[in-house]
């Protein structure tokens, strides 16, 4: 039986040490005799000191199915110059937008992310494959067999979304068309059903 | 329908130098809607193809490179188009058939819409967390083997083993020093031999080709033998022994020779 100011340590520790989001199940696999309401206690005691803060580099993130420790966004320029500015870059917005086909209308054929935009993609695919963002879920059974695309769970990580559960709904970025006279403010505002997604600045953590 | 004005007063004055660059055809069809003031859902098609065309015109004007997918979308308008024109299909009633031939087109916009508001949604995401950084994998614990979801590996994760057994077979299995094949023209072996010769002696030719080094050389200078046969610079014998001796003639040698053996 674990005390219970080692049972946060330990979990800080698994935490520390893993490269995966971990899943809530796996840490209360760790120890033995826990009850869950004392793993959930630790676990977001945890978390309180793990909270995005001023002074502070580090938090904790629940994201694709797990937790997990990440950097905070302000010292991005710092990691970047450490790591040799390999990775930390901007999605292009082809690839974001071939993203979001496969994201809501996954398993995808890439006829049908041509079709939906209108030009050719399989470059935008074949660099979404390498970047692990999306993969190939199996053949569609029509003529030709085509690949079947889907989104990876490092796609989950790199949006911050628990699940695909979490992307708001297709159907509510079309309430901000329509009669909505500048593009500009009605972006604006199909950006808020996202911003849960984003705990970045907001604090994440709060809810589990 | 209403009438919309001539794409020519919806443009700037300045349209040639300020000629937006639009991202995909369905994007330019986005852009001419709204540019008309015109519901999605109720298309003026003859305008928005007449004002499609002039963009394409323009951007044959101005040496951009038409992509293949513009024409593609600017066929569909025509033939959108001819369908209005032509009179309504009727059912086997009699009825008109209640469809609009736009309905296609209409899905289409719409969609493309709602997906590039939710790519600017998350372009914002990606954009807000680009600084986020976990840790990853240590490159030891990539090759080890790792455990690996298997739901999660892709054609690229099989690429990647396959090329890394390559590369250690390459690595386990250098490549065999190759020296490059010697060749034997008939003009070395002519002048080899003419040079044995002019130097004395009538010598056996068979011995000769069974000390020459490989099948190649032996053939050269077998041909050989015969352009100095040909030219008259030796006259050939067969002892009783089987040797074949060459004698050297008193011929000399001349420039036109050497010429007619390279050739």
Redesign the interface.
């Known amino acids: 039986m674990i005390r219970r100011d080692d049972l946060e340590a330990a979990l800080e520790a698994v935490l520390?040490?893993?490269?995966?989001p971990v899943p809530v199940e796996r840490l209360s696999g760790l120890f033995e005799g826990v009850v869950a309401a004392d793993l959930a206690g630790a676990l977001s005691a945890l978390r309180a000191r793990y909270q995005p803060a001023p002074g502070r580099g580090l938090f904790i993130?629940e994201v694709a199915g797990g937790l997990?420790?990440?950097?905070?966004?302000?010292?991005?320029a710092y990691?970047k110059r450490f790591f040799d500015a390999a990775g930390?870059?901007?999605?292009s917005?082809?690839a974001?937008?071939t993203?979001?086909?496969v994201?809501?209308r996954q398993p995808v054929t890439m006829p049908e992310v041509q079709?939906?935009?209108?030009?050719?993609s399989q470059a935008v695919i074949r660099n979404l494959?390498?970047k692990?963002l999306v993969?190939?879920a199996g053949r569609k059974e029509v003529v030709g067999r085509p690949f079947l695309y889907s989104t990876?769970?490092e796609f989950l990580?790199?949006?911050?979304l628990k699940g695909l559960g979490e992307?708001?709904p297709?159907?509510e970025?079309?309430e901000?068309?329509?009669s909505e006279p500048s593009?500009a403010e009605?972006?604006g505002e199909?950006?808020v059903?996202?911003q849960a997604?984003?705990e970045?600045?907001s604090g994440s953590g709060e809810e589990s | 329908m209403s009438q919309a004005p001539a794409v020519s007063s919806l443009l700037p004055d300045t349209w040639r130098v300020h000629l937006p660059v639009f991202?995909?055809?369905?994007?330019l069809l986005l852009h001419l809607i709204?540019l008309n003031e015109v519901?999605i859902t109720d298309i003026p098609v003859a305008t928005i193809c007449a004002q499609f065309h002039e963009y394409l015109r323009l951007m044959e004007e101005m040496d951009l490179d038409i992509?293949g997918?513009y024409i593609y979308?600017a066929a569909l308008l025509i033939q959108l188009k001819s369908k209005l024109l032509l009179p309504h299909p009727r059912n086997t009633d009699g009825e008109p058939v209640d469809e609009d031939p736009r309905d296609e087109l209409v899905q289409?916009l719409?969609?493309?819409?709602?997906?590039?508001?939710?790519?600017?949604?998350?372009?914002?995401?990606?954009?807000?967390?680009?600084?986020?950084?976990?840790?990853?994998?240590?490159a030891w614990?990539q090759d080890e083997g790792e455990e690996l979801?298997l739901d999660?590996v892709?054609?690229?994760d099989l690429l990647g083993a396959f090329r890394g057994v390559l590369e250690r077979y390459d690595r386990e299995n250098p490549d065999p020093i190759r020296l490059p094949g010697e060749s034997f023209p008939v003009r070395g072996q002519f002048e080899r031999l003419l040079g044995i010769l002019n130097a004395g002696a009538p010598f056996d030719f068979i011995h000769d080709l069974r000390t020459r080094t490989c099948r190649a050389e032996a053939i050269s200078a077998f041909l050989a033998v015969l352009e100095l046969a040909r030219l008259r610079l030796v006259r050939i014998h067969q002892t009783e022994s089987g040797a074949i001796v060459l004698y050297r003639t008193t011929r000399d040698l001349a420039a036109e020779d050497l010429e007619s053996v390279d050739a």
């Open positions: 520390f040490a893993a490269a995966q993130e997990r420790i990440v950097t905070a966004p302000e010292y991005h990691l930390g870059n901007k999605l917005m082809a974001i937008e993203l979001a086909i994201a809501y079709e939906m935009r209108g030009k050719q494959l390498e692990r993969r190939i990876t769970r990580m790199h949006f911050g992307l708001p297709l159907e970025f079309e901000t068309f329509g593009e009605s972006r199909s950006h059903e996202l997604a984003v970045v600045e | 991202d995909g055809p369905l994007d709204k519901e992509a997918e979308e289409r719409l969609e493309y819409r709602r997906i590039k508001e939710a790519a600017q949604a998350l372009a914002e995401v990606d954009r807000m967390r680009l600084g986020l950084w976990a840790r990853r994998k240590p614990e979801d999660e892709s054609l690229f």
